[in-house]
């Protein structure tokens, strides 16, 4: 099973702030890589999809990208919406179909 | 608009069953593979189960293998997951999710694009 982990786990900013999540997966992986966005209490969401392609209906100031291993997530600007944890996840090698353990997004 | 909503969550002894429900609506349910994944109390995302469009092909995480069942019904537009000999760890949000696919030049792509609000399992005595 190819294993997905995110750095940090847990990271506080300040609105404004430009912000980078880190993914790497346990072997390469191509561009097979999406990013989700959850709200406490909420479902998922669909942020960027093999590795570099915003979902439509995302800001612009979400922005992926990386292959073979290494994987990365910026914010431009945070903004108040944007605190919450944020799910790496791979589609090269399945099943299983596995998540990184998430990076919490705080207000600093 | 496009909705997946979860049912049948709810508290069941350790060792019973439950069969959550998810109700598509919005789009064409026959024509995509479909995804259970769950999230227990504080903890991550984990992938659960998949489904292919015809219900021909499925997938299972190796900690429900054998317990869980998922299954289809593309004429009601609904997906199913029955779990039998709950556990404890069993305890969880579980969402199911659509996986939207494409075929390129590189291979072939697939993301959870729609999920639902989720419906929860406790696991209790």
């Known amino acids: 099973d190819i294993q997905m982990t995110q750095s940090p786990s847990s990271l506080s900013a300040s609105v404004g702030d430009r912000v980078t999540i880190t993914c790497r997966a346990s072997q390469s992986i191509s561009n097979y890589l999406n990013w989700y966005q959850q709200k406490l209490g909420k479902a998922p969401k669909l942020l960027i999809y093999t590795a570099s392609s915003l979902q439509s209906g995302v800001p612009s100031r979400f922005s992926g990208s990386g292959s073979g291993t290494d994987f990365t997530l910026t914010i431009s600007s945070l903004q108040p919406e944007d605190f919450a944890t944020y799910y790496c996840q791979q589609s090269y090698s399945t099943p299983p179909i596995t998540f990184g353990q998430g990076t919490r997004l705080e207000i600093k | 608009e496009v909705q997946l909503v979860e049912s049948g969550g709810g508290l069941v002894q350790p060792g019973g069953s439950l069969r959550l429900s998810c109700a598509a609506s919005?789009?064409?349910?026959?024509?995509?593979?479909m995804n259970w994944v769950r999230q227990a109390p504080g903890k991550g995302l984990e992938w659960v189960s998949y489904?292919?469009?015809?219900?021909?092909?499925?997938y299972n995480a190796d900690s429900v293998k054998g317990r869980f069942t998922i299954s289809r019904d593309n004429a009601k537009n609904s997906l199913y997951l029955q779990m039998n000999s709950l556990r404890g760890e069993d305890t969880a949000v579980y969402y199911c999710?659509?996986?939207?696919?494409?075929?390129?030049?590189?291979?072939?792509?697939?993301?959870?694009?729609?999920w639902g609000r989720g419906t929860t399992v406790t696991v209790s005595s």
């Open positions: 489904i292919s469009s015809s219900g021909s092909t499925i």
């Open positions: 919005g789009f064409t349910f026959s024509s995509y593979e």
């Open positions: 999710a659509r996986v939207y696919g494409y075929s390129s030049s590189r291979g072939y792509y697939y993301y959870m694009d729609v």
